[in-house]
């Protein structure tokens, strides 16, 4: 074992062996501190319980995986010799079989290209909300272009907050400027930060010694998963985090370990700016800081420190110059609970579209453990799976939290499908390893030939899985009619993950004509009310010139926190202060909807992309 001086050298890096001892010993230790717990007083409840009985077997497997691991005496160097680099060179059978199914797989997965262009020139033209909070996202830009931050008590009119840190709405603030509040600005913006991260992934495979049309495709699978494509060309900043989270582990992943300073600190501060688009990424800087302290503990040590020094500045300003409001909205109010049914349902289905990306990356993990350094994209794959699963059966969460996940899954089984293609294998430094690894090395070629084919299979596989399509129009239903498709949304759409997952985005389709026309006849009835309107979406109160009132998911994340009494907004109510009330999932607090049923009837219902816009008036 090293000593302490050692640990804390420069050019101290873990071996596996280190890690197989932590495994070991850590297992143990939580083996032993769960049974003890269950016999001074678990074990009075009825005996083990689940989560025990699941804590108890993560650390079984930990300690299995530390006995393989243990006779391991030194870090492998990858050492890619020119032959492993080289184009693999196929029989002119195989070779054929593999462009036509690597074009096969071209088609599938560029096809779902054009759906998401074609999706995203929709929506830019739509001036309304077509994911509900999509108008909040663009009263904060307003703010933030007013250089004013969008922080404030919820308890004073026009009891107003957001919860979303706010760096996604400085980007579209200089649109603001320019074009005043549109949508469309921030759907591009949207669109163009999920086209940069698509490509740094395809770098990221590409650098590894993979071909341009693989890592082209690797790209393209990231783009054509159900998720992205949901949330791509929203005005939310969601997919804007994922995209620097991307850009920050891919500039990490080769400029950490090479000490290439300034590398290392623009990614350390990409991933800054990803914390301050959206709390999530706080998952990413886990996976970030453990993967540094296994590759240099005192290096991690001085960059973390960096990191969390900037971090907690900008907290502590954003605190004080809102006057505590900044933690009470965007960290408070954002603590709900997990529902585990959702996030069950939402695993099963990641898995069920994205499985023919999950295996191979799967085992790209489990050689890199074996056979290789272990990669921040394994580390990034694990954590922000593990934490993003999790916390996608909040309130608010979503098929969205694996986003990060995806892209992950796309580098690891990249790398993995290069790997198959060239041939590139450790023979292991103990027995059993040796062993496990002699039909790869004895059968390189062999495997090679397959490969040629397992890839762009697997490729097409994930096509299909994650495929959907307009299914009306001269051009989109021509599709369906050859692929006997039926649409399963909206009667114009066809989702392969069918929308019966609570949790899942129900958006994705085409709008309509017809939707643009009912949302200007609410905006009518939002101009030609007396007194002030009340709209859960702010689009219509914009486009009708009226002032914004309210955000209604915050304010129920603050009553559901405990944050939120409401007394000004119930006087309005109670005195009939709003001439409309506009309303579609009814997402305010609960004593909100009661004093509004009370004090209000139904005078109008006008349908609006998919949804039926209920219009209320004094009673």
């Known amino acids: 074992m090293p000593s302490l001086a050692l640990l804390w050298s420069v050019d101290y890096r873990p071996s596996k062996r280190h890690l197989a001892m932590v495994l070991i010993v850590g297992g143990l230790l939580t083996i032993a501190g769960l049974l003890a717990l269950d016999l001074v007083g678990g074990g009075r409840e009825g005996g083990i319980g689940p989560a025990q009985r699941a804590a108890l077997l993560a650390s079984g497997l930990g300690v299995v995986i530390g006995g393989l691991l243990l006779p391991l005496r030194a870090p492998v160097a990858e050492d890619f010799s020119r032959e492993s680099l080289s184009p693999p060179v196929y029989r002119p059978i195989v070779a054929r079989l593999h462009t036509a199914l690597m074009l096969l797989a071209s088609i599938v997965l560029v096809y779902a290209l054009l759906v998401l262009l074609v999706y995203a020139a929709n929506l830019m033209s739509f001036p309304f909300d077509y994911d509900q909070g999509e108008g909040f996202e663009l009263v904060d830009s307003i703010l933030f272009s007013q250089f004013r931050l969008p922080y404030l008590n919820a308890e004073e009119f026009p009891f107003y907050s957001s919860n979303y840190p706010p760096f996604f709405h400085v980007m579209a603030a200089p649109f603001v400027w320019v074009f005043g509040p549109q949508y469309w600005y921030g759907r591009l913006l949207g669109l163009l930060m999920t086209l940069l991260g698509a490509g740094f992934i395809g770098y990221a495979v590409r650098r590894e010694g993979s071909s341009r049309w693989l890592a082209a495709l690797m790209s393209l699978a990231f783009l054509s998963s159900?998720?992205?494509?949901?949330?791509?060309?929203?005005?939310?900043?969601?997919?804007?985090?994922?995209?620097?989270?991307?850009?920050?582990?891919?500039?990490?992943?080769?400029?950490?370990?090479?000490?290439?300073?300034?590398?290392?600190?623009?990614?350390?501060?990409?991933?800054?700016?990803?914390?301050y688009t959206k709390q999530l990424a706080a998952y990413t800087a886990i996976a970030v800081i453990l993967w540094m302290g296994l590759v240099n503990p005192r290096r991690a040590l001085v960059w973390t420190t960096f990191f969390g020094l900037v971090g907690v500045t900008i907290f502590a300003w954003l605190t004080w110059a809102t006057q505590g409001e900044w933690w009470r909205q965007a960290i408070q109010a954002n603590a709900n609970a997990i529902s585990y049914p959702q996030v069950f349902a939402l695993l099963e289905l990641f898995w069920k579209l994205h499985g023919f990306l999950l295996v191979p990356a799967a085992l790209n993990?489990?050689?890199?453990?074996?056979?290789?350094?272990?990669?921040?994209?394994?580390?990034?794959?694990?954590?922000?799976?593990?934490?993003?699963?999790?916390?996608?059966?909040?309130?608010?969460?979503?098929?969205?939290?694996?986003?990060?996940?995806?892209?992950?899954?796309?580098?690891?089984?990249?790398?993995?499908?290069?790997?198959?293609?060239?041939?590139?294998?450790?023979?292991?430094?103990?027995?059993?390893?040796?062993?496990?690894?002699?039909?790869?090395?004895?059968?390189?070629?062999?495997?090679?030939?397959?490969?040629?084919?397992?890839?762009?299979?697997?490729?097409?596989?994930?096509?299909?899985?994650?495929?959907?399509?307009?299914?009306?129009?001269?051009?989109?239903?021509?599709i369906a009619q050859i692929l006997n498709i039926q649409s399963n949304v909206m009667g114009r759409f066809y989702d392969s993950a069918t929308w019966n997952v609570g949790g899942y985005a129900r958006i994705g389709y085409l709008v309509t004509q017809e939707d643009i026309d009912n949302g200007w006849r609410i905006v009518e009835r939002a101009r030609q009310a007396e007194g002030l309107v009340l709209s859960e979406e702010a689009g219509f109160s914009l486009r009708a010139g009226r002032e914004v009132i309210t955000n209604p998911t915050q304010l129920l994340n603050l009553y559901n926190a405990g944050l939120f009494q409401g007394d000004g907004l119930l006087r309005l109510i109670d005195n009939r202060a709003f001439g409309l009330v506009i309303l579609r999932a009814q997402f305010y607090p609960t004593p909100v909807l009661i004093a509004l049923a009370t004090h209000y009837e139904r005078a109008e219902t006008i349908p609006m992309n998919g949804f039926d816009y209920v219009l209320l008036r004094p009673r």
Request: proline fraction near 4%.
């Open 226 to 275: 159900n998720t992205v494509y949901h949330i791509a060309p929203l005005f939310r900043q969601h997919i804007s985090m994922v995209t620097l989270e991307i850009m920050a582990v891919v500039l990490l992943a080769h400029t950490f370990p090479r000490r290439q300073a300034r590398l290392i600190l623009l990614a350390v501060l990409l991933l800054i700016l990803a914390g």
């Open 365 to 478: 993990i489990a050689y890199e453990l074996a056979y290789s350094r272990v990669s921040l994209y394994s580390v990034w794959g694990l954590t922000t799976l593990a934490l993003g699963g999790i916390s996608s059966g909040t309130w608010g969460g979503g098929d969205s939290y694996f986003a990060t996940s995806i892209a992950a899954s796309c580098i690891l089984s990249g790398l993995f499908f290069s790997r198959l293609l060239r041939g590139h294998w450790h023979e292991g430094e103990t027995p059993l390893l040796r062993l496990l690894a002699r039909p790869l090395l004895v059968h390189v070629s062999k495997l090679r030939s397959a490969a040629a084919l397992i890839v762009p299979l697997t490729l097409l596989g994930y096509g299909i899985a994650t495929f959907k399509t307009p299914t009306d129009g001269p051009f989109f239903g021509t």
